[in-house]
């Protein structure tokens, strides 16, 4: 009998310890489910031929109004910036390709300036983060979500994707968080921390087939964001790993990045061919995506990464986010108000 309550007992522990919230199984990695203080969209697409554009959607959940500072950034480092505010439990849409929307004082995407980096000046990201009025300070408020719509209306293809969000960890509601102008993305419960960075990326594809044709488009933002006007840059190489459903694996492919890009799977700088259906021979295939310093990509550095991945056929478009695994961290570097400006030179 003695034995007996001992078993059960283990049992119950044992069960307690499978269902019982743990310390250890904190969630501190940005994903795209919960709401967040820092929200990051990593693609942004408004093309002209054909003609492209990205509607914007963010919501606040809680029942308060809170200010949002946004920061587009393209691929050739041209950036935009603007603020906003939600009102308690508003939602909120506008085309990235004009402005147009509600709120009215949205700023269009930065597809006219170039900056010093290689790229498509038309294509990028979108970074917002809750600050006060001011704009002088980043403040505690995970109660942000929101998604992207990318059509394509040349041939009338859609896709959606989620934010990835940041939580602001053991901060205050509407209290200003960290130092402001850094937001820091370690994941740790001090109170002035976000979520980290997944430290990779899972993609799940068709291996692509230009004879059908068929291919799979990647994008994706690194965790160290210098949003500053005086910005330095954050490059890395995007280590490219694949396997089939035959668990072979294969190595070698990898594309150079700052912190935006994108790139279609047939259009990798080393190995594109790795992810082709000629060399995986399935017809389903796993792409793991890794942000590290490598002396094959100049200047780079390791990075956490976010990512979101759209397949294309004729006639068809899905979107999906990436899966993230891993812990990394990261920073965002911003230029805030400063606070002693009179209201005019704002």
């Known amino acids: 009998m003695q034995q007996t309550l001992k078993t059960l007992a283990a049992g119950v522990a044992l069960a307690t ?9 904190a969630q501190n990695v940005a994903n795209t489910s919960q709401k967040g203080s820092l929200l990051i969209f990593p693609r942004i697409d408004v093309r002209p031929n054909p003609g492209h554009r990205t509607i914007i959607r963010i919501s606040n959940d809680a029942y308060a109004a809170v200010n949002l500072k946004c920061y587009y950034v393209n691929h050739t480092k041209g950036r935009n910036d603007f603020q906003f505010t939600l009102t308690k439990k508003q939602a909120v849409t506008w085309d990235a390709a004009t402005g147009e929307g509600d709120p009215t004082n949205v700023n269009a995407f930065p597809s ?41 209306d040349d ?44 430290a990779y990326n899972i993609v799940h594809f068709t291996p692509y087939d230009l004879a059908i044709p068929y291919d799979t488009r990647v994008s994706v933002s690194s965790c160290w964001q210098d949003l500053r006007q005086d910005y330095a840059l954050h490059l890395t190489k995007l280590q490219l790993t694949a396997w089939n459903s035959h668990e072979v694996r294969f190595t070698g492919a990898y594309h150079c990045a700052n912190s935006t890009d994108s790139f279609l799977l047939s259009e990798i700088q080393t190995l594109p061919e790795n992810t082709s259906a000629t060399v ?25 990464l976010v990512a979101v991945a ?7 478009a899905t979107g999906v986010n990436a899966n993230g695994a891993g812990v990394a961290p990261g920073r965002v570097k911003w230029d805030p108000t400063d606070p002693n400006d009179p209201p005019e030179r704002r």
């Open 310 to 316: 759209a397949s294309f056929s004729p006639g068809v």
């Open 155 to 198: 041939n009338e293809t859609a896709y959606e994707y989620n934010s990835w969000n940041f939580t602001a960890r053991r901060g205050t509601v509407g209290r200003p968080f960290g130092v402001a102008g850094t937001l820091e993305l370690t994941g740790a419960d001090d109170g002035a921390s976000y979520d980290a960075c997944p």
């Open 280 to 304: 995986l021979r399935t017809y389903a295939a796993q792409l793991q995506i890794r942000g590290v310093e490598s002396t094959q990509c100049r200047g780079s550095a390791d990075a956490g």
């Open 17 to 25: 310890a499978l269902t019982a919230p743990s310390a250890f199984a």
């Open 112 to 152: 006219g300036e170039i900056g010093p980096y290689p790229g498509n000046p038309y294509a990028g990201e979108l970074v917002c983060f809750a600050v006060n009025p001011a704009g002088s300070e980043q403040i505690s408020w995970n109660h942000l979500s929101g998604t992207a719509t990318v059509y394509n």
